[in-house]
C-alpha cells in the first residue's frame, strides 16, 4: 500500500504553552512529506483538515481512503486542494486528465470517486501537495494555473517582508465549499511573513514551506499573541495553525510558503490583527 496517514488531534492554548521543543514539533509539525513513490497524509482534529503529499515516479499513484473517513472514496464527503511544486505531471479525476506543470493548481470537488496522480519524468517527478476539507455539496473541478492567480503585492523591503500572494483556490476564481490555498512567495532581501501577525477564530491553517535554499531555515511562529512559540522548519515541512494561533515566520533567507485553510468564513480578510509591539 503507497498510502500512509497519521492523526492529530486537537489541543488548547493554556495546554501548549506548557509544550517543550519536541512536545511543539509532536503536535504541530508535519515532516514526512514529498516521500517519493508515496502518499503521505495528516488527518487534524482543527477542522477535520488533511494535508499530505503524493510524488509519483515511475507508477501513478491513486488517493485511497483512510479509515477515519469511514467512506468508500477520499472525496465521498471531501473537497481537495492539489498544488504542483515539482516536475510536470498530471492528476486525471474520474478519467479526466490535467497537466499540471511547477506551481500549478487544481480544486477537486466532492464526490469525483478516483484520482490519480502521475509525472511525466520519473527522474524529475511531480510533487502534489495536498489539502482537503469536509465538503457538503459538488463543486465543478477547475484547475489555476499560477499566472491565472489573483496576485496581492504586499509589504516592503524596508520593513523584510515585501511578497506577492497569489490566491488561487479561493472565490471569485474557484467556487468551494470550504476549503482556500494559496502561495505566498518573499522578495530577495524580505524574509518575515504574515507580518503583523493576525488570528482567524473561524478558521484554521496549515502553512507548508518550499524553495527554501540548502543550509537555510525558517523559523515558525505559533501560539497565541500574547504567549508566543517557535518551531524551527526546513524545506518541505509543514506546520498546522489552530484557530487561536498566529501563524507567521521569519527565515534565514526569502523563500516560499503555501497556505490552505477551512472553517466556517470564505473572507480571506476575516482576521483580528495583533500589533506587533504587543506581540509576546
Known amino acids: 500500500m503507497s498510502t500512509s496517514y497519521e492523526t492529530r488531534y486537537a489541543s488548547s492554548p493554556q495546554t501548549v504553552k506548557k509544550y517543550d521543543t519536541q512536545e511543539l514539533r509532536d503536535e504541530f509539525l508535519i515532516d514526512n512529506l514529498m516521500q517519493e513513490g508515496k502518499v503521505n497524509l495528516t488527518y487534524t482534529h482543527y477542522d477535520r483538515y488533511i494535508a499530505g503529499s503524493a510524488v509519483p515516479t515511475s507508477s501513478a499513484l491513486t488517493l485511497e481512503t483512510i479509515d477515519p473517513l469511514k467512506a468508500e472514496s477520499f472525496l465521498e464527503r471531501r473537497e ?40 511525466n519524468d520519473a527522474s524529475n517527478p511531480a510533487k502534489f501537495y495536498l489539502n482537503s476539507a469536509p465538503a457538503h455539496v459538488n463543486f465543478p473541478t477547475k484547475k489555476v494555473s499560477k499566472a491565472e492567480a489573483n ?42 511573513n504574515t507580518m503583523p501577525a493576525h488570528v482567524h477564530d473561524r478558521r484554521m491553517e496549515v502553512y507548508y514551506y518550499l524553495d527554501i535554499p540548502q543550509d537555510q531555515a525558517v523559523c515558525h511562529f505559533m501560539g497565541e499573541p500574547t504567549e508566543t512559540r517557535h518551531i524551527w522548519m526546513q524545506n518541505d515541512q ?16 526569502n523563500y516560499t510558503f503555501i497556505w490552505g485553510m477551512a472553517g466556517e468564513n470564505l473572507d480571506y480578510n476575516d482576521m483580528d490583527v495583533a500589533k506587533i509591539t504587543e506581540l509576546r
Open 80 to 119: 481537495l486542494g492539489i498544488i504542483n511544486v515539482g516536475g510536470s505531471g498530471s492528476v486525471t479525476v474520474d478519467g479526466t486528465k490535467y497537466e499540471m506543470g511547477l506551481k500549478d493548481a487544481l480544486y477537486v470537488g466532492m464526490g469525483n470517486k478516483e484520482v490519480v496522480f502521475a509525472s
Open 238 to 253: 509543514a506546520v498546522i495553525s489552530p484557530p487561536w494561533s498566529i501563524h507567521s515566520g521569519s527565515g534565514t533567507s
Open 151 to 192: 496576485k496581492l503585492e504586499l509589504g516592503s523591503l524596508e520593513t523584510a517582508n515585501h511578497r506577492t500572494v497569489n490566491q488561487m483556490i479561493i472565490g471569485g476564481i474557484v467556487t468551494t465549499c470550504q476549503l482556500q490555498m494559496g502561495m505566498t512567495e518573499l522578495k530577495t532581501g524580505s524574509v518575515w
